[in-house]
Structures are given as C-alpha cells and as structure tokens.
C-alpha cells in the first residue's frame, strides 16, 4: 500500500524534522504528508516534545556578571519612549569592543574553562589557541589539535580536526567541495606507521568525513587523501 | 501582585511585542541562567556562551510578535533559538561539539530546570531513561538534539551507515518516549 509506503518513510524524517535538522527538501516532502496523516502528525508531535523537554534538561547556569544589563543595551534602542520615570535597571553599558577584541576576550576566558573542541580561524587565533590546548590538556587530559588540508598545489581545501577522547576521532570539514570520486585515506604516524581509514566518497553534498581512529592524537604526522592512487589532499599536524 | 514580575510568561512575551523594556528585563531576569546553560552546554566557552544567549533575548524580543502559544510553551520556544543560535555559531567557527557522553551526562545531573511541561516524575523517569540508554544511542541523540549534526553527518563522525545512525536516533527516542507514557497533543 503506497499509503504505508509513505508513511514508513516519513517516520524515517521524522527524528530529524523534530530535531530541526532535516534538509530543505525532505522538510517540504514531510509537510505535505502531515497536513494529509494524522498519524504521522501525532508522531511528529510527540517526537517534538521530547526534543524540547531534553532541553530543558539542560543544567542551569548564572551567565556571567552584567549579563541582563548588556541585554537590555541592546533592546533599548528598540523600546518604547515611556511617558514614567525609567526603570530599567543600573547596569554596566554594552562592552564596547569589536569582533576581534571580542575573539580575544573568548580566548582568555575560554582557557579557564572546561570548554570543548575549537577551530581557529586565523593563524592569530591559532597562536592563541595553542596556549589554549595546552590548559586543556594540562586541566582534561584530552585535547584537540586541527590541521589545513592542502591540495597538492597548496590550497586550503578544508581542516581536519583530531580529537583524542573516547574514542578518538577525526573529522574533516571541508571549505571547497572536494572532486566527487571515491578517496582512499591514509593516518600516517610521525614515525612513518600508515593507518588506512575508511574511504570517503566524495558526492554532491560532500562537506566532511569522519573516522575513529587507533591512534593518539599526539602521534599522527599527516592525513592523506588518495585518488586513483595519487595523494590529492594531505594535512600535516 | 507586583507589577511585570508576577506575569505569566505569555504575558511577559506580550509585553515584549509590544516594546515594553520593563517586560523585557522581567523575561531576561527568568531566563537567563536558562539560556545561558543550554549555550553554555552546546558551545562550551562562557564568553562564545554570552554571545548566543545575548542574541537569543535579542531574537526573542524581536520576534515575540510571532510567538505563537499553539506551538508550544515558552522556554521551549526560548531554548529552541537558542540551541538554533548556538549551532549556528559552531558551524560557522567550524567548532566541533564537546564529547556527546559529558553532554548526556549533564542532563542526568539534577540541576535541571524545572518549569517544563513535565512533572517531576516524568522528568526523573527521562533521566533516569537517558541513563540507561546504549550509548552509541545516546551520543546519536545528543549530536542531534544539541549539536544539530544530520543522520550523514552522524554516520560519517560514527564511521556507521546512514541507516545504522537513523535507526539508533530512532530506538533511543523511542525509548525516551515510553517514559513519558502517553500524553495527548
Ligand atoms: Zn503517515
């Protein structure tokens, strides 16, 4: 029955769909079907319930000193005149930094903390975030290191990022879609040990792979990506 | 009672629609440390934190009009931006997720809120549910729910196929559901 069919298939979305990470597409094809099954409608419902109460699960936490005042900054422009005496509360004026001061400011701060697994953006970031990594490990146990990935011209195709946990990992987001086509990889050791990881192919909507690995993090020496037997993209830690 | 502070949140949201910062400090001051701890959770920097739950407030205040009470209650409207807010800005700072298992493991401490639709035995039966989880299921619900990974990209982070991600994200969740017995839409 096409009806069942249908439905099977939605139910498969559906997760996602409450989740709000369905693509565009499948989105689109799930709506139709709900505004016609009630069924699967209730189960979108219930599903969606769930999503939402994990968040509230969520332990609180006082944001940092200041937090309401600078808030409130914010919307004032947009509040109405009042006709009464103001009462908003006395706060601290928004700080008045940029973006970059701001990147500064994260880093500081992040370091103290037990934060996760960060990407840098500039080689700037990257300095600071070295200082970083090492408080992470130092305080954690664990850290996380990141790499470009690099054409065989140079070119910045993307990162990869090594995260050594249970199990440790890697993952590589990449900035260019890579050439669609099968791609053998390889961890390669700093001490010459090569460890193949599962293939990647590389399709339309190819923007990242992802593998555990064996190995601790501190001991890769580069990733590479191999096509038709010829290394296309290496990132070098 | 006492002015804005005794409000309902419906009512505090009204007041935001309607520009009143009187209603928006009064919805800040309730959620803040809401907000900021689920940020805090999926980001994983106190200061990256304050940015997406500065934008959060902001977004709310902004589009308290739209807020439509049919779909659902407040602090799930609020936290939804806010995770929305926070996965946006991993993505875009090309941030991996904090280890999935510390995740869940927050979730089953028993900080949590507590103004959600459930009762509190329905929240410590989901807890204790998170706890028994297989935690391959576990970590497939938490890339989800909190860091808005897909099923492909789960399966390519878990080196599984696509439907051996679907299907854990789907059997985990139907066991949290069983939990919450049957509650009508
Ligand atoms: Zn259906």
Redesign the interface.
């Known amino acids: 029955m096409s009806e069942d069919a249908d439905c099977a298939e939605i ?2 979305l559906i ?2 769909i409450a ?5 565009g597409d499948e989105r689109a094809r799930a709506l139709a079907h709900f505004g016609a099954c009630h069924e699967c409608r ?1 189960e979108l ?20 000193a200041g ?2 005042g ?3 900054a ?3 422009p ?3 005149p ?1 006709s009464r005496r ?4 006395r706060r601290r004026p928004a700080r008045p930094v940029g973006r970059a001061a ?1 990147w500064v ?2 880093t500081a ?2 370091a103290g ?7 840098w ?1 500039t080689a700037q970031d990257r300095a600071l975030a070295a200082s970083y990594r090492h408080t992470l490990e130092v305080a954690h146990g664990r850290g ?1 290191s990141a790499a470009p990935l690099k054409s065989g011209l140079g070119a910045e195709q993307g ?1 990869v ?1 090594a ?1 050594q ?2 199990p440790s ?1 890697l ?1 590589v ?1 990449f900035r260019s879609m890579p050439q669609p086509g099968h791609y053998d990889t390889c961890l390669v050791t700093k001490d010459g040990r090569r460890f193949p990881l ?1 293939a990647f192919e590389a399709g339309q ?1 190819a923007y ?5 690995i064996n190995v601790q993090v501190q001991e890769i020496g580069t990733i590479e990506f191999t096509r038709s037997g010829v290394t296309v993209m290496t990132a070098r830690f | 009672m006492h002015g804005v502070w005794a409000l309902s949140d419906e009512s505090l949201l009204a007041g935001m629609a309607s520009r009143d910062a009187d209603a928006a400090t009064a919805f800040v001051r309730r959620y803040q440390a809401r907000v900021f701890g689920l940020a805090l959770t999926i980001v994983g920097s106190r200061s990256v934190a304050e940015d997406v739950a500065q934008e959060a407030f902001v977004r709310a205040w902004r589009h308290a009009e739209s807020y439509d009470p049919r779909k659902g209650r407040v602090p799930a409207w609020l936290l939804t931006i806010t995770r929305n807010l926070a996965i946006d800005t991993l993505r875009m700072r090309g941030e991996l997720p904090t280890d999935p298992f510390l995740l869940m493991g927050s979730l089953v401490s028993q900080e949590g809120g507590t103004d959600s639709s459930m009762d509190y035995d329905d929240r410590e039966n989901l807890r204790r549910a998170l706890l028994t989880l297989p935690p391959e299921q576990a970590r497939a619900i938490a890339l989800s729910v909190f860091y808005g990974l897909t099923g492909k990209e789960i399966a390519a982070i878990e080196e599984i196929p696509l439907g051996t991600a679907k299907t854990r994200i789907r059997r985990g969740l139907g066991k949290l559901r069983e939990v919450l017995g049957v509650r009508d839409e």
């Open positions: 139910r498969d997760p996602e989740a709000g990470v369905a693509a209730h419902a219930m599903t969606a319930d769930l999503v939402d109460e994990m968040l509230t699960l969520v332990p609180v936490q006082e944001p940092p937090f309401e600078r808030v409130i914010r919307l004032a947009e509040a109405k009042r103001v009462r908003l509360p701001a400011a994260a701060a992040a903390l037990a934060a996760g697994v960060v990407w953006q996380l990162t990022f995260y946990g249970e990992w993952y987001t599962r909507n990242a792979w992802g593998s555990t």
